[in-house]
């Protein structure tokens, strides 16, 4: 069951729309899942199908209430179009009027009676779990956008930091070029390899607005007219490597008994069950019980007046069985089983489609760990390996193209250290997506 927490300081609406007026405060991940829970357009018209359920409820049940209806008529007629009867000092009124209220209960029919509590309670789960399904989709399309965020921040950190080193390499070597200790060469090689890097810095920027621009669409914001290109969308949090402990046959049961997914089609499933409930009770008889009481103007009591009326009640019961319906109830019949058959198998594929799911998120997760873990010491060395050259090529046992290439393992290194981070954090969402966990918690 997914819990909606609620955050302070919620954007206000605009007057009228749903569009969500802007917030510039950061934002840590929580704040984003909590905001998104208000906020995502998703999510906004999944409670309003699950508010419209709660109307197909009603009606599902209706047909075993009682039903409680009142009518009545009144007709003028022309006097000479009455035919009245042959004696003397007496005619039919030209003015006639009734009035009546009933009430109808059902006693029996042929099972839909129960079948139409037990369709609301299912008709219910489902619509709660289809709501749980969009609910927890967008939570973590959510979270992995705002993971898109804290890695195009630390990718334009790593490659300014780079532009930096081969901005301090040309200058070096400009610096020795006009003290005549390099040749015009070694001067050219560091200039290309700076502007080798800086379309990674501009790449790293774009990506940067256009994972802001996707998170503030999943946070339902909208933006300023005056904000053009660079949302001003900060973040809080940072990208971690926090562990997730969890072995494949827990995370498949896990998924099996806890996806929204597979309680929908279940509840679909006993629907369908319910409906061939309904079908087959064509073939059985039906019986009401009603009441009522009921008015009308006097016919030939006299005075015959249109003030004059005759009222009392009414009471009895009533019995309806279709000996036969031109094989009607044989072809609802035969449609009902058929439907009921094939939402088991839709069923059964899900639970294998989700297994699958689980087993291919557990696999990315372990692999994206691996690597993460695979990382732990490689900026550090590449770091210690960039100091090596740089020494050996002011002592001139070294080339510049080893500095150039330590410069490059090491924007390398920093680069795949924090993709390796991303993909961690994304991957353990997907996971935990995929077992039915609640995607409102941060582990």
Known sequence: MFCFAVVENVP?????????????????????????????????EARNDLEASHGIVIQTRAVALPQ??????????????????????????????????????????????????????????????????????????????????LLAVQQITVHEASVNLLQKELADQQSRYRAGTVPKFNVLQADVALANERPNLIQSRNNYRIAKNNLSNLLGYNVPGDIWEDIPLQLSDTLDAKPFDVN????????????????????????????VVNAKSGYKPTLQLFAGYGWFNAQFTPPVTLDHDINGWNAGAQMQWDIFDGLLTRGKVVQARALYEKSQTTLADESRE????????????????????????????????????????????????????????????????????????????????AMGGNMTVVQ
Do not use: C
Request: charged fraction near 25%.
């Open 68 to 149: 409680v209806t009142a009518g009545g008529d009144y007709k003028d007629t022309d006097p000479s179009a009455i035919e009245n009867f042959p004696l003397a000092g007496f005619s039919q009124p030209h003015e006639n009027w009734n009035a009546n209220v009933q009430i109808v209960q059902s006693i029996y029919e042929g099972g839909k009676l129960v079948a139409a509590f037990q369709a609301a309670g299912a008709t219910k789960r489902q619509a709660v779990a289809q709501f749980q399904t969009v609910v927890a989709d967008a939570l973590l399309d959510t979270r992995v956008a705002y993971y898109d965020v």
């Open 248 to 275: 494949l046959p827990d995370a498949i049961q896990e998924a099996l008994s806890q996806r929204s997914e597979l309680t929908a089609l279940r509840e679909g499933e006993e629907l369908d069950r319910l409906n």
């Open 354 to 433: 989700i297994e699958l799911e689980v087993r291919t998120a557990y696999s990315d997760f372990i692999d994206a760990k691996e690597i993460l873990d695979s990382q732990q010491e490689v900026q550090a060395e590449a770091e210690e390996a960039l100091r090596e050259a740089r020494a050996r090529s002011e002592a001139g046992t070294g080339t510049q193209l080893d500095v150039l290439n330590a410069e490059t393992a090491l924007t390398q290194a920093r680069t795949t250290q924090v993709q390796a981070l991303h993909d961690y954090d994304a991957a353990r969402a997907r996971l935990e997506r």
């Open 12 to 44: 206000a609406q605009n007057a009228g729309t749903n569009s969500v007026l802007w917030n510039p405060r950061p934002l840590t991940l929580v704040d984003a899942l909590n905001l998104a829970l208000q906020q995502n357009p998703a999510i906004m």
